[in-house]
């Protein structure tokens, strides 16, 4: 297993478009935080706020982008490049190969991501108070359980496609769903049944891509207040609402995986 996962991150850490991605998410990062910075006296906004709501932006649309990509062309690459059953061939399960590679893959897209807050992270320990730095971790933490998502759904993705233009086309049309038509969705669907806002935001929050919004933004404001209404009673009513916003992320992790073990096993390769 540790050979696989070592494999894995190397190869992805070779992968150009992954090194593009750290670079992309360095320089944005960087300059979301020197740009947020320099409009707070004005607009009266507290530091780590305003820059969180950039950064948790950022990280919404790039994250699940990368990480899905990633995850999708993991399989389905290896298999039309032959290298697939060389493998098998070894003394591995299919099990194996697929942890290693979610492993490898999660761990490689984490440190990209890690790198890019990161070089803000320093710029921004030098303007914001030390109290607020755990919670800019946290943020870092909840970007790479979105990474694992998006990786973990690929795999199953790459495993169910016949090539590698269906695997990206497939995650493509997913990323879009996530970030933007599913929102529409809900919005549609509660202007047609008049749901309620507790409803509402249940629904939203099966997204996982939504739900690891939320936990960044209860780091900075528990009430959830910036969500108005829904956010402030979704606060009051849904008991531990942390957890149970992490529980979604973590099921959107282990259901494709457990799902791409079983097909894995059945597949002929």
Same mark, same amino acid.
């Given at each position: ?94 099990? #194996?190969?697929? %942890?290693? @590679?979610? /492993? =490898? !893959?999660? *761990?490689?897209? +984490?440190?990209?991501? &890690?790198? $890019? ?12 108070? #030390?109290?607020? %730095?755990? @919670?800019? /971790? =946290? !943020?870092? *933490?909840?970007? +790479?359980?979105?990474? &694992?998502? $998006? ?21 493509? !049309? ?96």
């Amino acid at each position: 297993m540790f050979i696989l996962i070592k494999k894995e991150l190397s190869d992805s850490l070779r992968n150009k478009w992954l090194t593009s991605y750290a670079v992309m998410y360095m320089l944005i990062a960087l300059g979301l935080s020197y740009f947020s910075l320099l409009g707070i006296s004005g607009l009266g906004l507290k530091a780590l706020g305003r820059i969180t709501a950039s950064l948790i932006n950022l990280t919404i649309f790039l994250t699940p982008l990368a990480s899905l990509m990633l995850g999708a062309t993991s399989i389905v690459s290896e298999r039309e490049a032959g290298s697939l059953e060389w493998l098998l061939s070894q003394p591995v399960s299919r099990r #194996s190969v697929i %942890l290693g @590679k979610f /492993l =490898g !893959l999660t *761990l490689a897209i +984490s440190i990209a991501t &890690a790198l $890019g807050y990161g070089f803000a992270g320093l710029f921004l320990s030098m303007q914001l108070p #030390s109290e607020d %730095l755990p @919670k800019y /971790l =946290g !943020l870092i *933490l909840i970007s +790479s359980a979105l990474a &694992a998502v $998006g990786v973990a759904i690929g795999i199953f993705v790459s495993i169910t496609s016949r090539g590698r233009f269906e695997a990206l086309a497939t995650s493509l !049309l997913l990323w879009l769903t996530w970030v933007i038509i599913y929102d529409l969705l809900v919005m549609g669907a509660s202007i047609a049944f008049g749901l309620t806002y507790l409803t509402i935001f249940l629904l939203l929050v099966l997204n996982p891509v939504e739900s690891s919004r939320l936990l960044m933004a209860y780091i900075i404001d528990p009430t959830l207040s910036f969500l108005g209404l829904t956010g402030m009673l979704a606060a009051r009513e849904i008991e531990n609402l942390p957890l149970f916003l992490a529980s979604v992320v973590f099921a959107w992790c282990l259901l494709p995986l457990i799902a791409s073990f079983k097909l894995f096993e059945k597949k002929d390769v």
